[in-house]
Every structure is written in structure tokens, then in C-alpha cells.
């Protein structure tokens, strides 16, 4: 049942988050054109909730059958190092994006791959500072979707 757990959690949060989306009173002017504010949240929530479902089949079709032979019941390992270390970068990401978004996101992603084993500069490089670029004017040029001023935004706003 403990493999169900985690899931069904997701699922919960999913609903509840996705209300929330639902229950903004006004759109601001500037907002008004391309994807509303509501529309990339509930994507994301969807897509949530289809990978739970996912993992809850998964689940179920690996209850009595362990390809390993292990016990379907089993506690699962405890956590890695690189489990808590990517822990901590959330909170990197949490403390750098009041600052700037897409510093918080430039250093998270960098940080994140050079953690889990990236070692080529070229390509540190692409996920901390052209993979950031790319979120940012997709969203800035093609859904017209402002993000909050910051250190590195004010450049491009003005």
C-alpha cells in the first residue's frame, strides 16, 4: 500500500492546486493577451496527475510480481546524498529567485547537473545558461507571459 501513498498524495495536491487556479478574481491588463494566468499551472497540474496515474499502474501491475525477486511489500532504500544535496538546491532556487528568476533557475540547473555527474563545460554551460534563455523568451516572446522584474529581467524589460 506504501507504493500507492505517494501517488494518491500527488493527486490530492494536484486537485487542490488546481482549484486554486480557478479562483483568481481578476486578470491584470497586461495579462489579458496570449495564455492566462490559470492556463500554464493546470497544464502542468494535468500532467502531474497523468504521471501519478501512471506510477499507480505501475504499481499495481508490480504487486506480487518483483522482477528482482524482492519482497513487493519491502521499504524502499534510503535516501542518497545526491537526494538531500538536490534537496538543498531547492532551497538555493528559493533563496536566488526573489532576487532574479532566471538566476535562481540558471544556478539551480547548473548546479543540479554538475551534481548529478555533468563534467563538460560546454554543456554546464547550456543548462545554466542557454536552456533558461530559452524558457524565458518562449514565454516572454511566443505566450506574451511577463515574469516579475529581477536582476537579469530589468535588462531585457528596460
Known sequence: ???????????AFCALAYWQTTQFDRVPPILLR???PADFPQMLLLLLVVL???LI???WLARGVEADGGDPGADPEPMTGNVWKTMGLFLV?????????F?????????LAF?????RIVMLAMVALVAPACVFFLFDEVFEVRFPRGLLTNLWYG
Open 57 to 59: 499502474v505501475q504499481a
Open 115 to 119: 551534481l548529478w555527474g555533468e563534467r
Open 34 to 36: 496570449g495564455m492566462q
Open 93 to 101: 532556487f528559493a533563496a536566488l529567485a526573489p532576487v532574479d528568476l
Open 103 to 111: 538566476l535562481g533557475l540558471g544556478v539551480f540547473a547548473g548546479c
Open 1 to 11: 500500500m506504501t507504493r500507492f501513498a505517494v501517488p494518491i498524495c500527488l493527486i
Open 52 to 54: 501519478s496515474l501512471v
